[in-house]
Antibody, heavy 122, light 108 residues
Framework: QITLKESGPMLVKPTQTLTLTCTFS??????????VGWVRQPPGKALEWLGH???????YYSLSLKSRLSISKDTSKNQVLLTMTDLDPVDTATYYC??????????????WGQGLLVTVSS | DIQMTQSPSSLSASVGDRVTITCRAS??????LNWYQQRPGKAPDLLIY???ILQSGVPSRFSGSGSGTDFTLAITSLQPEDFATYYC??????????FGPGTKVEVK
């Protein structure tokens, strides 16, 4: 059974740095081709891809947010971290982590966490 | 970045209707296109990948087609649980994935 769950602060002040943790089970991030990614969704708005990290440590980021994002993994703990700097109220969103499976032709996310609403406000 | 657009942005339909949603890429993406369904308050669910391959466990009333820049998601015989928002997502550009703006399917 594959599960992912996001954790971290639900309220952050403007200009602060946000660190979210995705803790997963049922698969290994050391399996070739597997990735764990981050997607966010402001209230009432569309999904926005943030980035992901592969089992081989390749990391890809949204071009528009690349300067503010950092993704890392702790394979032994089955965790992936997302760090976003210099937060602004427009970063208020539900943040999801999700898995890219070890597939030759499925370049998307087949399992998702429940999401974590992060509010940026003073 | 490859930009994705969807049409319509919303539609009203009844149970039993056939519904089609279009997704367009700003450049050719082959068949590197996925579709997701998102119900209110829930995480997205993968419906279709590689433009036309049904994800395991997804009902056969869902189908996808297209290649290049134009793609379609079709739902035959709409069911009550299908009222949701649908997103396309390109993975052709392996450096940066992008989602479409979504199409909300509402009850008529």
């Amino acid at each position: 059974q594959i599960t992912l769950k996001e954790s971290g602060p639900m309220l952050v002040k403007p200009t602060q740095t946000l660190t979210l943790t995705c803790t997963f089970s049922g698969f290994s991030l050391s399996t070739s081709g597997v990735a764990v990614g981050w997607v966010r969704q402001p209230p009432g708005k569309a999904l926005e891809w943030l980035g992901h990290i592969y089992s081989n440590n390749d990391i890809y980021y949204s071009l528009s947010l690349k300067s503010r994002l950092s993704i890392s993994k702790d394979t032994s703990k089955n965790q992936v971290l997302l760090t976003m700097t210099d937060l602004d109220p427009v970063d208020t969103a539900t943040y999801y982590c999700a898995r890219r499976p070890p597939s030759n032709n499925l370049w998307g996310y087949d399992f998702w966490g429940q999401g974590l609403l992060v509010t940026v406000s003073s | 970045d490859i930009q994705m657009t969807q049409s319509p942005s919303s539609l009203s339909a009844s149970v039993g209707d056939r519904v089609t949603i279009t997704c367009r890429a700003s450049q050719s993406i082959g068949t590197s296109l996925n579709w997701y369904q998102q119900r209110p308050g829930k995480a997205p669910d993968l419906l279709i990948y590689e433009a036309s391959i049904l994800q395991s466990g997804v009902p056969s009333r869902f189908s996808g087609s297209g290649s290049g820049t134009d793609f379609t998601l079709a739902i035959t015989s709409l069911q009550p649980e299908d009222f949701a928002t649908y997103y396309c997502q390109q993975s052709y550009d392996y450096l940066t994935w992008t989602f479409g703006p979504g199409t909300k399917v509402e009850v008529k």
